[in-house]
């Protein structure tokens, strides 16, 4: 058996067609564009690269980008200030703080101070709260595209077994949050969960977030099931190469044997995180104006 591939990316592309047209119909409604602010503190290459396309996939969605930029040394209570700014300026309906922070910064007291109807990412314990009772609120950006892929490819959700296998605050938690409100049966589980294959081989979905490159094996997998893989980690460069190749918390080509439907790195689960939070950056904005979101759009 060959697993089909889900295109994240495709999805993706899709779905932030669909927010710039929404984008465009709020700017007509509200006499204004839908604004998502990211802070940057410092220089890691890596950060730098998200958030230079976080700020084009913003404007390409018809949605204003400010981008804040401050310098390794920022002092927390600057920080705090910005944030603050930002939480009283109209023009701003998201704001998204790039993590990590330097170690001088505590991420925690950061995330707490950004209005939690402003937290585009998800992350303050107000959205975390509010995810576990069923309120509405925000949720993470990954996991929302997970599910969104998930239920493209299954529909229904209801009484199949999910397994998480990861439990950061980030992604494990929440997933297992949102697969739960789909009526799935979840089994959340971690490093120190015993007989872990065992436990992966009962899932009809799987949801990779574990952050070790291809640790899910072909026979940890029931033959048909879905897999969904959040990892992106780097292996060590081949002979003569300068970069060594990117890969999934699943180990692809064997899972694609015996899998359903999978997720490939790159081009799943990554580029939907961007596209969903433009899209929460929309859901921000038309809460903030008192503007009905068009029915089923996104
Ligand atoms: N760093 C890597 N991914 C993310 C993300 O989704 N949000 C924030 N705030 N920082 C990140």
Same mark, same amino acid.
């Given at each position: =058996?060959?697993?089909?591939?889900i295109?994240?990316?495709a999805?993706?592309?899709?779905?932030?067609?669909?927010?710039?047209?929404?984008?465009?119909?709020? @700017?007509?409604?509200?006499?204004?564009?839908?604004?998502?602010?990211? +802070?940057?503190?410092?220089?890691?290459?890596?950060?730098?690269?998200?958030?230079?396309?976080?700020?084009?996939?913003?404007?390409?969605?018809?949605?204003?980008?400010?981008?804040?930029?401050?310098?390794?040394?920022?002092? @927390?209570?600057?920080?705090?200030?910005?944030?603050?700014?930002?939480?009283?300026?109209?023009?701003?309906?998201?704001?998204?703080?790039?993590?990590?922070?330097?170690?001088?910064?505590?991420?925690?007291?950061?995330?707490?101070?950004?209005?939690?109807?402003?937290?585009?990412d998800?992350?303050?314990?107000?959205?975390?709260?509010?995810?576990?009772?069923g309120?509405?609120?925000?949720?993470?950006?990954?996991?929302?595209?997970?599910?969104?892929?998930?239920?493209?490819?299954?529909?229904?959700?209801?009484?199949?077994?999910a397994?998480? +296998? %990861?439990?950061?605050?980030?992604? %494990?938690?929440?997933?297992?949050?949102?697969?739960?409100?789909?009526?799935?049966t979840?089994?959340?589980?971690?490093s120190?969960?015993?007989?872990?294959?065992?436990?992966?081989?009962?899932?009809?979905?799987?949801?990779a977030?574990?952050?070790?490159? @291809? =640790?899910?094996?072909?026979?940890?997998?029931?033959?048909?099931?879905?897999?969904?893989?959040? %990892?992106?980690?780097?292996?060590?460069?081949?002979d003569?190469?300068?970069?060594?190749?990117?890969?999934?918390?699943?180990?692809?080509?064997?899972a694609? @044997?015996?899998?359903?439907?999978?997720?490939?790195?790159?081009?799943?689960v990554?580029? =939907?995180?961007?596209?969903?939070?433009?899209?929460?950056?929309?859901?921000?904005?038309?809460?903030?104006?008192?503007?009905?979101?068009?029915? %089923?759009?996104?």
């Amino acid at each position: =058996m060959t697993a089909e591939i889900i295109d994240g990316k495709a999805f993706a592309l899709s779905l932030r067609e669909r927010v710039g047209e929404v984008a465009a119909a709020f @700017e007509a409604k509200a006499g204004r564009k839908a604004g998502l602010a990211v +802070v940057l503190v410092g220089e890691d290459p890596a950060s730098q690269v998200y958030v230079r396309s976080k700020g084009k996939a913003t404007l390409a969605a018809n949605m204003l980008s400010f981008e804040h930029k401050l310098p390794v040394d920022t002092a @927390e209570a600057d920080l705090l200030a910005l944030v603050e700014k930002l939480n009283n300026d109209p023009s701003v309906d998201g704001i998204l703080v790039q993590l990590p922070l330097p170690s001088h910064v505590d991420e925690q007291t950061v995330i707490a101070a950004i209005s939690p109807d402003k937290d585009v990412d998800g992350f303050h314990v107000t959205n975390a709260g509010r995810l576990a009772v069923g309120q509405e609120g925000f949720v993470p950006c990954t996991p929302l595209g997970c599910i969104m892929l998930l239920t493209d490819r299954l529909g229904d959700l209801s009484g199949l077994d999910a397994v998480v +296998v %990861g439990r950061s605050n980030i992604v %494990g938690k929440p997933m297992a949050q949102l697969l739960v409100q789909q009526n799935a049966t979840v089994t959340l589980a971690h490093s120190r969960t015993k007989n872990l294959p065992e436990v992966v081989r009962r899932a009809d979905i799987v949801i990779a977030a574990v952050g070790r490159a @291809e =640790m899910v094996k072909a026979d940890w997998l029931k033959p048909g099931a879905t897999v969904i893989d959040v %990892g992106i980690n780097r292996l060590p460069p081949a002979d003569g190469a300068e970069k060594g190749k990117l890969v999934g918390d699943v180990a692809f080509a064997e899972a694609s @044997e015996v899998a359903g439907a999978i997720t490939p790195v790159p081009g799943g689960v990554g580029p =939907m995180t961007i596209a969903v939070l433009l899209r929460n950056t929309l859901v921000a904005a038309h809460r903030n104006e008192g503007i009905a979101m068009p029915d %089923g759009a996104l």
